[in-house]
């Protein structure tokens, strides 16, 4: 979004208004163009400051739960342990960004062009790994209760720790334009620095915030619930005693993923397309700017969810009572079973056997 136009849809973005004259004048022979004033107000910036530092707070207090547990009970040779504590972390990391946001929207930016491109760079970060982390969770599911996938514990937790490198990666490498461009302006209104993306043309990247809503919400959103349709009717199918359990959990997932990030990425889109007529609506800017701001919020209260997601776990219910507890028992609990093969488990899963292990990890 050009910064001239004085309206962005850019989800760093604060509401302090990036000019106050109503008219805007190019070069001698182009007509005079009237733009929209922003009465951004304070309460809205002190409202947005406030739901920074609650969802910083939830999420710092659950995910660091979500990590003591693992750490101290859980077996991390588990799969889906992996990815549970690399998704934590990866929640840490975005809310991590927060408490400078909010310090952002009450006042303005404070903390300098390195700074704003960390910050930047941070937040697009844990964004990314965060979806990338919930999409690769649920294939794993999908394949290993699904398909039965054929491979030893020993290769699946190596394949789960490598896939974790390239997930941090490419999270970290789809940053770097986010990161580079970032940087602070200073305002000719009000004479103080905000903190935004740079960008040199005119007109509104429409293609670049449609590849970001197909990439980043359409297709993890649709592989989300292919996938967990699938284990769903296998669940069914083989009619384990935890399946009534499971739909709920796999339930929420899908249901967290879709409320938070479906408004935000529409209202991102509808605000593209209406930034291809700089002159329009007043009114229509206006609503949509205050619709970004409430699907902002919600979209980033999905770092928040999942340690809520895990309570409904009996095992993590039971986990979290003796960590909270401090109880004297054994710190680790591992599984009795030997490990063994993945080899040969079809026949396994026709008798819900290995279907019931794995929606225990749900």
Not at 34 to 40: G, I, P, T, W
Request: hydrophobic share 45%; with cysteine; proline share 3%.
């Amino acid at each position: 979004m050009n910064m001239s136009e004085g309206f962005t849809n850019d989800s760093l973005s604060t509401e302090v208004p990036l000019y106050t004259s109503t008219e805007y004048y190019g070069d001698e022979d182009d007509p005079l163009i009237f733009l929209c004033d922003d009465d951004a107000s304070s309460d809205n910036t002190t409202l947005t400051s406030v739901v920074f530092s609650l969802v910083f707070v939830l999420s710092l207090t659950g995910n660091v739960l979500v990590l003591c547990v693992l750490a101290k009970y859980e077996d991390m040779k588990k799969v889906t342990n992996i990815f549970i504590l690399n998704l934590a972390i990866s929640d840490l990391v975005f809310a991590s960004s927060l408490p400078f946001w909010a310090v952002y929207h009450s006042y303005h930016w404070i903390f300098g062009s390195f700074m704003c491109k960390l910050i930047s760079g941070v937040y697009f970060i844990g964004v990314y790994s965060s979806l990338i982390f919930l999409t690769v969770m649920s294939v794993d599911r999908y394949l290993t209760v699904v398909h039965s996938v054929s491979i030893t514990l020993r290769k699946r937790t190596l394949c789960a720790w490598s896939s974790s490198a390239v997930i941090w990666t490419i999270a970290i490498a789809a940053s770097i334009k986010e990161m580079v461009n970032s940087d602070t302006v200073l305002t000719q209104d009000k004479d103080i620095f905000i903190c935004e993306e740079v960008q040199t043309g005119i007109t509104p990247d429409l293609v670049g915030y449609c590849l970001q809503i197909v990439f980043l919400f359409l297709l993890p959103f649709f592989i989300i619930v292919f996938c967990y349709c699938s284990i769903l009717k296998t669940v069914i199918t083989c009619k384990a005693r935890a399946k009534y359990n499971a739909v709920k959990i796999i339930f929420g997932i899908v249901v967290a993923f879709f409320i938070c990030w479906a408004p935000y990425n529409l209202v991102m889109f509808l605000m593209s397309l209406n930034d291809l007529n700089p002159s329009g609506d007043c009114d229509r800017r206006a609503k949509l700017n205050l619709a970004f701001n409430v699907c902002r919020n919600l979209a980033y209260f999905h770092c928040c969810l999942n340690p809520l997601l895990y309570v409904c776990t009996a095992k993590y219910r039971a986990h979290l009572r003796r960590l909270v507890c401090n109880s004297p028992q054994q710190t680790r609990e591992r599984s009795s079973v030997p490990v063994r093969s993945y080899h040969n488990t079809s026949n396994i899963f026709q008798n819900g056997e290995a279907a019931r292990e794995e929606i225990d990890k749900l």
